[in-house]
């Protein structure tokens, strides 16, 4: 599944923004620069909207369309059309849905567009409706998102049923951008560690259990080249505290907690990602290159500023075939992306201005 075209009408200070999100088919299991597709930068100050955009992204897409969140009051008021906000979607499903040539189209609920008759808003609606089902019955249709609030905790790490937490795939899960409470990565990402390594340890010896192999083998994949700026490589699972520890090439083994603060946001970003794909489509011979989308707010939060040209194509790397999308404010990141790769947002008097590949 990929993001193709976004339309944001009367929701916060966007009055009728359109986006075009994707300009390139998905890649293969070669890594692939930035500007090859499958990336895009929202470039822009604090208060341009960029956790708005991703938090209605995250409302409208199969089997998880909510209506907009509220326009303020000061805005409406601006506005001279009482037109109700609406956000429409249009993705391409890929694997999801191999033999479907045209794209889905995702709508916010109630909405009702231009030039639309009733039988083709009715037509759309039921289309809609059935994918939501099938989103919700049959896996597939992978969303990610983190919050640019994402933080690290001193937790220690805990296992508890895993068929209901690490190997369950919901499509519903909702979004939460700016909530600090439900930002706490640390045991998340350390579940995902330990249960992929005991995981794969215990089906290798009872056998019968390939898919956890897959997953342990990609995971390793992934957190490596997320710790390659780091000179650091995942390690495994200490047996008598159950805590994922990392090696450097003295072979000095840290545990999670002691690692810089910049690598755990990286190998959380990775890990938490592969965990939804490994979850949505548990019979993929290779989870790293399975199809996704990965929002990620305030993408440059807690990096070091020289490593924030090389997060891109690390992030590339690591999944290759996830579309990224990321939000910051920092012109370094949006600069590597490269011009194709960025959609500038500015604030006018009265709305956000959209710009593509243009910084200036």
Do not use: C
């Not at 990402?189 to 215990?202: D, H, M, N, S, W």
């Not at 089906?203 to 390659?228: I, K, N, P, S, Y």
């Not at 290779?286 to 707010?297: L, N, Q």
């Not at 690591?318 to 990321?326: D, G």
């Amino acid at each position: 599944m990929r993001l193709l075209h976004a339309r944001l009408r009367n929701i916060g200070p966007f009055v009728d923004t359109e986006l075009q999100l994707s300009r390139a088919p998905l890649v293969t299991e070669a890594p692939v620069e930035p500007e090859e597709g499958g990336l895009t930068v929202f470039f822009g100050g604090s208060g341009t909207g960029k956790t708005l955009l991703l938090s209605v992204l995250a409302m409208t897409r199969p089997g998880h369309a909510l209506p907009p969140l509220p326009v303020h009051l000061a805005q409406a008021k601006e506005r001279a059309s009482d037109e109700p906000s609406y956000a429409v979607t249009e993705w391409t499903l890929g694997d999801d849905d191999p033999s479907r040539q045209h794209p889905l189209i995702i709508t916010s609920p109630s909405a009702v567009l231009p030039d639309e008759t009733a039988e083709q808003t009715t037509g759309r609606r039921r289309e809609q409706a059935a994918f939501d089902r099938r989103a919700q019955t049959e896996g597939g249709f992978v969303f990610v998102t983190f919050s640019g609030a994402r933080w690290f905790s001193r937790t220690p790490n805990m296992l508890t049923t895993p068929e209901r937490t690490l190997l369950r795939h919901d499509v519903r899960q909702p979004a939460s951008f700016d909530d600090p409470t439900r930002a706490d990565l640390t045991r998340e990402t350390k579940q995902v560690l330990t249960y992929a390594t005991i995981g794969r340890a215990l089906a290798e010896r009872e056998g019968g259990a390939e898919r956890l192999v897959r997953f342990e083998t990609a995971l390793r994949e992934v957190v490596d080249v997320m710790l390659e700026p780091f000179d650091l490589r995942y390690a495994g699972v200490n047996p008598f505290t159950l805590e994922p520890e990392m090696r450097d090439h003295t072979g000095r083994t840290f545990v999670f907690d002691a690692l810089p603060r910049p690598a755990r946001h990286l190998v959380a970003l990775g890990a938490l990602s592969l965990r939804a794909l490994a979850a949505a489509y548990p019979n993929a011979e290779h989870p790293r290159v399975t199809e996704g989308v990965v929002a990620v707010d305030d993408v440059e939060s807690q990096q070091e500023p020289t490593l924030l040209r090389a997060l891109l194509p690390l992030f590339r790397r690591a999944l290759p075939n996830v579309q990224w999308l990321l939000t910051t404010a920092s012109t370094q990141l949006a600069l590597a992306a490269g011009p194709s790769n960025v959609v500038a947002l500015r604030r006018s008097d009265t709305a956000i201005e959209i710009s593509e590949g243009n910084l200036h």
